[in-house]
């Protein structure tokens, strides 16, 4: 079977023989028509096969189609085909007409077009010219094999290659295309209504003012035990209504005298919140108070209640822990209930070894207690269950569907297209009457800033570097429905509860670090509230082009992000920090089997003979008759949570009789200091200056030569910071950390001369053109100030009592006492 598929085009006429059906042409063939008196004729006639190319007699032509079994003629130039059906008539030739893929028959091939044909440019082009033309257009804008991948089995799914390369741009984005999936809500038709509930009367008079019946996750939660005094490992997303499974236990525990109702969580931002949120709910039966581990250089705020005899205390673990750790276990009175929040943190490298330890403690101090464990994210939820000792709730679905949408974007089109997502969603009114708000994460606390004051919706950065009062501020205006966006950092709104509708990534990263799939989860699920929003939308704006050194691009990550599972760390913890807690756990328990039944609640393991082993080579504990006892510097170890390390540091500069103030410097540094002028220092050296002072940007800034191209009232407060804290003759100057040292050692001056931490601010920004924010000056000073009373502590046992009183002098200071 020969077919001559000819497709008339501009001056030419295109001539492809098919036999027997295939794609591929016997050759290629371009014929050039001339008029003559009797019509249209063959002029030239030229065949291309692989690279060899020659022309053929007219005759060889009228000859080929004479031997066709059909002749087909494709759409195209309307003049050319008049011309060549002049000359089939003049031979008497039949003909008729195909339905071809344009790009196709351009590339030599021939295919025809029918139910299987995708909609391009007003005409149907075949799938695999749809893909090739999709994939051009994708790699030209960086996208990546997976995000190929995706646009394919779009284009796939529509059959419209305009409508997906329009995901391209972003002036004509598609929602029902950038929509990657819907993480439906779920219909577990169990519940309780709150009248049926065997709890005390005030407790459900309370409820009955907020709800008429539990979700499902409390329902089955109080199905298992959860009134009984059952220990329970609550396993769901956010929003939920977890917290409240922790309350019902806590306060039914408060009322029935089973004793009192620690609530611990990981941030004190989150503290705060649900301190307020405890206080305005039970306040007519119930006292609650905070502990974050107060300011030693701001006093408490006022009308924050501290004391431990209270009913309900709310604090942060190492809040908690401080109490056990100083030895003061006694004064937390009976404990009914314990609510650990964000449980998942045990798998943390920094900080779950001391929620491991401080679960075992309070065990120990507290047997009866009921345990309530809560997390929206754990990787293996049943062995997680099983090492704790706790029944496991496990609910996986949510009660309002996530609709999770990817759209690629380069870095520089981001802060447009949050505008305009957050724009819409702020329009739209829930069923409920709320407004849709939107969180935005960023990378970095100055992106926060930078995003949220160039953004045209009004915005409000909010992170862990503002003060108490900033961060109070955000939350009642977002809170109330008056502020459409929050643009936040990664690390702290995981845990904070914002009611928002929309969580728009514009960044990936945390720092310089990918997201983890347990951080993005988390995040996520911030979007939708049950008793606010109808649905939650999640948007991750991903750059094809940003990566971080020679890793995946942030459309490789979207992918890895969206259809990962949870991973599972475990809890394996290194030699120091089993010290740590094993010294401890001496503070709490004296006697060798006490100690041995905490040790053995840690999730961690270690060999215990050999951990008290080493501490009493350090010193922190001494044998006795009836186990061991902490030392007088074990204690001061213990309570002011220092490392093996640190301890060694601060002991052998107390005997070497260095300075207070340069023993607090070498032991920790201000590290979150910050260019005031950045981006006009980055134009006039002609380099992207790094934000961080400390860091890339030290010798760029602060050298001759860098110093010399500033403007001149740049050039006064980079002189003055070189001048008064660079000066040193270190082989490996400016990044032997003298410079760090020296400007900390700075600021705690100006704190021990009176100046408040926005005072400080004002100072080093005035003078040096750096800045701090102030929830970071304030968290340095605090701990400066605790560091300078673990120096004084630990020069007295030393008899170096010059030494130690000098430090309290200054500690004193800085606390303004």
Same mark, same amino acid.
């Given at each position: ?179 990657? $999936? ?393 030699? $120091? ?142 002189? $003055? ?97």
């Amino acid at each position: 079977m020969l077919y001559i598929i000819i497709h008339p085009q501009d001056s030419k006429i295109a001539v492809l023989p098919i036999k027997d059906n295939s794609r591929e042409p016997a050759f290629y063939g371009t014929l050039i028509l001339k008029k003559t008196p009797k019509g249209a004729r063959v002029g030239k006639f030229r065949v291309k096969r692989g690279e060899k190319e020659e022309f053929r007699a007219p005759d060889e032509f009228i000859e080929l189609l004479r031997l066709a079994d059909r002749i087909l003629i494709a759409e195209g130039n309307e003049e050319s085909e008049a011309g060549f059906k002049e000359l089939l008539s003049a031979y008497q030739l039949d003909y008729g007409y195909t339905s071809t893929c344009r790009l196709c028959l351009l590339g030599g091939r021939y295919t025809t077009v029918g139910n299987n044909s995708i909609s391009f440019h007003n005409e149907q082009v075949c799938e695999e010219c749809a893909k090739k033309e999709l994939v051009r257009e994708a790699r030209s804008c960086r996208i990546g094999r997976h995000g190929q991948e995706r646009l394919i089995k779009i284009l796939l799914g529509i059959r419209n290659l305009d409508r997906v390369l329009a995901m391209l741009n972003h002036e004509k984005l598609d929602s029902g295309l950038t929509r990657f $999936d819907t993480i439906e809500a779920n219909k577990v038709d169990r519940s309780i209504k709150v009248k049926d509930l065997h709890i005390h009367d005030e407790l459900k008079k309370i409820l009955l003012h907020q709800l008429d019946e539990l979700m499902p996750v409390q329902a089955l939660s109080v199905d298992a035990g959860l009134l009984d005094g059952k220990n329970q490992l609550i396993v769901s997303a956010t929003a939920t209504g977890k917290t409240l499974v922790g309350e019902l236990a806590g306060i039914q525990n408060i009322l029935n005298k089973r004793g009192k109702m620690l609530f611990l969580v990981p941030l004190v931002a989150l503290a705060n919140q649900k301190y307020e949120q405890f206080t305005k709910r039970y306040s007519s039966i119930a006292t609650t108070s905070l502990r974050v581990g107060t300011s030693r250089i701001i006093k408490g705020t006022k009308g924050i209640r501290t004391s431990l005899s209270s009913d309900i205390i709310v604090g942060t673990y190492e809040g908690i822990d401080f109490v056990l750790r100083s030895g003061n276990a006694g004064t937390l009175g009976k404990i009914g209930t314990v609510v650990i929040d964000e449980v998942h943190m045990l798998e943390d490298k920094e900080r779950g070894h001391r929620l491991s330890g401080l679960i075992a403690r309070l065990k120990f101090i507290a047997p009866d207690a009921q345990f309530i464990y809560l997390s929206a994210t754990v990787g293996k939820p049943q062995w997680l269950a099983e090492k704790l000792g706790a029944a496991l709730i496990e609910f996986e679905e949510r009660p309002v569907p996530i609709e999770r949408h990817l759209i690629f974007s380069p870095e520089y089109e981001k802060k447009r297209l949050i505008e305009r997502l957050a724009a819409q969603e702020y329009n739209k009114t829930s069923s409920k009457g709320f407004h849709g708000q939107t969180i935005v994460f960023t990378n970095s606390r100055r992106n926060c800033h930078m995003l949220a004051d160039s953004l045209t919706i009004k915005a409000m950065p909010y992170h862990a570097g503002l003060s108490y009062s900033e961060r109070k501020r955000v939350e009642e205006r977002f809170g109330g429905g008056k502020l459409p966006v929050v643009v936040t950092t990664a690390a702290l709104a995981a845990g904070v509860d914002f009611p928002a509708s929309q969580v728009v990534f514009e960044s990936l990263a945390m720092g310089i670090e990918w997201l983890t799939i347990r951080e993005f989860q988390q995040m996520l699920g911030r979007a939708g509230r049950p008793d606010y929003h109808d649905r939650g939308v999640v948007v991750l704006l991903a750059d094809p082009e940003k990566r971080f050194g020679k890793g995946d691009t942030e459309d490789e990550i979207a992918f890895r992000l969206l259809r990962g599972g949870l991973e599972h760390f475990g809890v394996e913890y290194g030699e $120091d920090e089993m010290l740590e807690e094993t010294l401890s756990n001496t503070v709490v328990a004296r006697r060798l089997s006490d100690i041995k039944k905490i040790d053995e609640l840690l999730l961690g393991e270690g060999d215990l003979g050999y951990l008290l082993d080493k501490l009493r080579e350090y010193g922190f504990i001494e044998k006795t008759n009836a186990g061991f006892y902490p030392t007088k510097l074990g204690r001061i170890v213990a309570s002011h949570f220092l490392n093996v390390e640190q301890t060694s540091l601060i002991k052998s500069a107390v005997l070497k009789g260095r300075n207070a103030l340069d023993i607090i410097t070498e032991l920790e540094t201000l590290d979150a200091v910050y260019f005031r002028y950045a981006s006009r220092l980055s134009d006039a050296l002609g380099t992207d200056i790094p934000t961080r002072v400390f860091g890339a940007g030290l010798d760029i800034v602060y050298s001759a030569d860098g110093i010399s191209k500033l403007k001149e009232n740049l050039r006064r407060t980079a002189l $003055d910071f070189a001048k008064e804290f660079m000066a040193c003759k270190c082989k490996d100057s400016p990044y032997c950390g003298c410079a760090q040292k020296k400007f900390s050692a700075r600021v705690i001056e100006l704190c021990a001369e009176g100046l408040s931490p926005d005072g400080i601010i004002a100072e080093i920004t005035g003078q040096y053109g750096v800045y701090a924010y102030a929830g970071d000056m304030l968290n340095y000073l605090d701990q400066a100030a605790r560091n300078l009373e673990a120096v004084e502590l630990i020069a007295a046992i030393y008899g170096k009592n010059e030494l130690s009183m000098r430090a309290r002098e200054l500690r004193e200071k800085m606390e303004g006492c």
